[in-house]
């Protein structure tokens, strides 16, 4: 059973030419399929919509529309798209709006081309990837919303969805930032199926990705133990 008959659609959104050139040539020579590039936000959009990449390669800093805004638009457009952005910006404030936007994982652009091959591979599998030191920005950031006061989103609604046994499993399992495959592992079950329960709690509690996931789930401090 080839896990790798179907290639992973990529698509690759950047201002220069030259770096998106080459991120596309990297993908492509690697056994992905780079289904369209774009130089701006406004041409992302349009062209995001009619190829309907897997996963999104982003860049923030973009002409006619920021890439937050791509993301924000996309993304709610159609939750299954999966963003990676790939950006010369280690600030805080990037990391997190982005995040904030829709966007799975934040690589800097110093990483190796090994490093952003891994990563894609890692978002389309719904893996939040973060260059090393800013997984911990973001999950300490919901850490810290979760502990304001209830926001809009009602934390203990009368008709609060039932989650299965092993779906809150699965779902404490995801607050604590463990990769789909280290909670296959730690559940001895397949990845599939830690995919179908997540996507399935996503179904139940209508949220739209793996990051608004973890928000709920440390809200209700499943991420403790």
């Known amino acids: 059973m080839s896990e790798q008959q179907v290639p992973i659609r990529v698509m690759v959104v950047d201002d220069h030419p030259m770096w998106r050139d080459a991120v596309a040539r990297d993908l492509a020579e690697s056994g992905f399929e780079v289904v369209a590039t774009a130089g701006d936000g406004e041409q992302a959009v349009r062209r995001a919509r009619a190829a309907a990449p897997d996963v999104l390669v982003l860049d923030l800093n973009l ?12 993304v709610a457009a159609n939750p299954a798209l999966r963003v990676l952005v790939l950006s010369a910006s280690g600030e805080h404030a990037d ?21 952003l091959l891994d990563a894609v591979r890692r978002t389309a599998a719904g893996d939040p990837v973060f260059t090393p030191g800013l997984a911990g920005l973001v ?14 989103v009602g934390t203990d609604e009368p008709n609060a969805p039932r989650l299965t046994e092993r779906e809150t499993e699965v779902l404490r399992l995801v607050a604590k930032g463990l990769s789909y ?45």
Do not use: M
């Open 139 to 152: 999950l300490g950031e919901y850490r810290r919303l979760a502990a304001e006061p209830a926001s809009a």
């Open 63 to 74: 002409p006619a529309k920021p890439g937050v805004q791509v993301c924000k638009e996309l």
């Open 181 to 225: 495959k280290q909670i296959a592992e730690r559940l001895v079950i397949s990845h599939r199926t830690v995919q179908n329960h997540v996507q399935n709690t996503l179904g139940k509690l209508q949220l739209h990705n793996r990051v608004e996931l973890v928000r709920y789930a440390i809200e209700r401090g499943l991420d403790g133990e």
């Open 95 to 115: 990391v997190l709006e982005a995040v904030k936007s829709g966007a799975t994982g934040y690589l800097l652009k110093s990483a190796s081309t090994e490093e």
